[in-house]
């Protein structure tokens, strides 16, 4: 195999919402003591649930799981209100890990309902997030898109009061593809006040598209569960380069590295940075000659943690 070079994302891994879901698990355990239970994966990655598994967190997908009156955590992804109305009815005690920039999704729904608007949802169906967004608002109020196909299906009055949100980890080309299809369709259609792909999306987006124009291939770590990752994937298939997902160095493929001199390297919101480290030295073995960045952007943005936690 002919020698390449590494060039890495920056930013790439963590996102301060999943910093701070991960932080939350970890102080509620000190705090409580084990076992503690997490709804859903606290964020999308195998690596990062052994971890805390190791350290007495249970997961689990449903709350009838959890035994009364006990821990839970909320994950990162958000869950609907029936789920939040579930555990105060069987005493337990929640602690919510949900991103604040979720949250602001949520109240963004909430306040366009408030305001006699439909809500059209863009998002991937079955996403825990889109679960959780979904469960916001009473049943009739929010209507799920997923593709621009979708926007011609819709039967919607074009003189309705309606507006849109989105889920946080779509992929930013796509989703202005959507947006631009429901302006067309439905002129009138309001959006949120910001943004709400996150900026962590977008910034990990942007890297793979400046990875894209010197790269022959680039490698994503992450979860097949995980949105964001999935999103760096097709981002830059779509900009014409060979691109895989791996949960890990051992899924490493050296056949995807034929004719490369210069082999991408990045990884989504809910991957660790130690996976980063081991994949690059699976590729120091295969003939991998320096490594070297490029960086985007630099994020400095943190959460604060639950009031009860701080001090743990």
Same mark, same amino acid.
């Given at each position: 195999?002919?020698?390449?070079?590494?060039?890495? !994302?920056?930013?790439?891994?963590?996102?301060?919402?999943?910093?701070?879901? /991960?932080?939350?698990?970890?102080?509620?355990?000190?705090?409580?003591?084990? &076992?503690?239970?997490?709804?859903?994966?606290?964020?999308?990655?195998? *690596?990062?649930?052994?971890?805390? *598994?190791?350290?007495?967190?249970?997961?689990?997908?449903?709350?009838?799981?959890?035994?009364?009156?006990?821990?839970? /955590?909320?994950?990162?992804?958000?869950?609907?209100?029936?789920?939040?109305? @579930? !555990?105060?009815?069987?005493?337990?005690?929640?602690?919510?890990?949900?991103?604040?920039?979720?949250?602001?999704?949520?109240?963004?729904?909430?306040? %366009?309902?408030?305001?006699?608007?439909?809500?059209?949802?863009?998002?991937?169906?079955?996403?825990?997030?889109?679960?959780?967004?979904?469960?916001?608002?009473?049943?009739?109020? %929010?209507?799920?898109?997923?593709?621009?196909?979708? +926007?011609?299906?819709?039967?919607?009055? &074009?003189?309705?009061?309606?507006?849109?949100?989105?889920?946080?980890?779509?992929?930013?080309?796509?989703? !202005?593809? /959507?947006?631009?299809?429901? *302006?067309?369709?439905?002129?009138?259609? @309001?959006?949120?006040?910001?943004?709400?792909?996150?900026?962590?999306?977008?910034?990990?987006?942007?890297?793979?598209?400046?990875?894209?124009?010197?790269?022959?291939?680039?490698?994503? #770590?992450?979860?097949?569960?995980?949105?964001?990752?999935?999103?760096?994937?097709? +981002?830059? /298939?779509?900009?014409?380069?060979?691109?895989?997902? #791996?949960?890990?160095?051992?899924?490493?493929? &050296?056949?995807?590295?034929?004719?490369?001199?210069?082999?991408?390297?990045?990884?989504?919101?809910?991957?660790?940075?130690?996976?980063?480290? @081991?994949?690059?030295?699976?590729?120091?073995?295969?003939?991998?000659?320096?490594?070297?960045?490029?960086?985007?952007?630099?994020?400095?943005?943190?959460?604060?943690?639950?009031?009860?936690?701080?001090?743990?």
């Amino acid at each position: 195999m002919s020698e390449f070079s590494v060039i890495l !994302a920056r930013p790439r891994g963590f996102c301060a919402g999943v910093d701070r879901a /991960i932080d939350i698990v970890e102080r509620a355990l000190r705090k409580f003591g084990a &076992p503690i239970y997490v709804r859903h994966e606290i964020v999308h990655n195998r *690596r990062v649930v052994e971890q805390l *598994r190791a350290k007495g967190a249970i997961f689990v997908e449903e709350l009838t799981d959890v035994p009364e009156s006990a821990v839970v /955590i909320f994950s990162a992804h958000g869950v609907s209100k029936g789920v939040v109305d @579930e !555990a105060a009815e069987r005493r337990l005690h929640h602690v919510d890990a949900t991103c604040p920039l979720v949250t602001k999704v949520h109240r963004e729904a909430d306040a %366009m309902v408030g305001h006699g608007k439909h809500i059209i949802l863009i998002g991937h169906a079955g996403h825990p997030e889109v679960e959780g967004t979904l469960g916001q608002v009473g049943s009739g109020t %929010m209507t799920l898109v997923e593709a621009v196909e979708d +926007v011609d299906t819709l039967d919607l009055d &074009p003189s309705a009061d309606i507006a849109y949100v989105t889920q946080t980890t779509l992929s930013m080309d796509d989703t !202005a593809q /959507i947006v631009a299809a429901l *302006r067309h369709k439905y002129p009138r259609i @309001e959006g949120p006040r910001q943004e709400d792909i996150c900026y962590a999306t977008q910034n990990r987006q942007n890297a793979v598209k400046a990875l894209a124009q010197t790269c022959q291939v680039i490698l994503v #770590l992450g979860a097949p569960n995980s949105s964001n990752s999935n999103r760096l994937v097709e +981002v830059a /298939i779509q900009a014409g380069v060979r691109s895989h997902l #791996l949960q890990t160095a051992g899924d490493l493929d &050296p056949g995807w590295l034929d004719g490369a001199t210069q082999v991408g390297v990045t990884a989504g919101a809910s991957a660790p940075e130690q996976l980063v480290q @081991e994949l690059i030295e699976a590729l120091r073995t295969l003939g991998a000659t320096g490594v070297d960045s490029i960086q985007v952007a630099e994020e400095r943005v943190q959460f604060s943690l639950p009031s009860e936690l701080t001090d743990a």
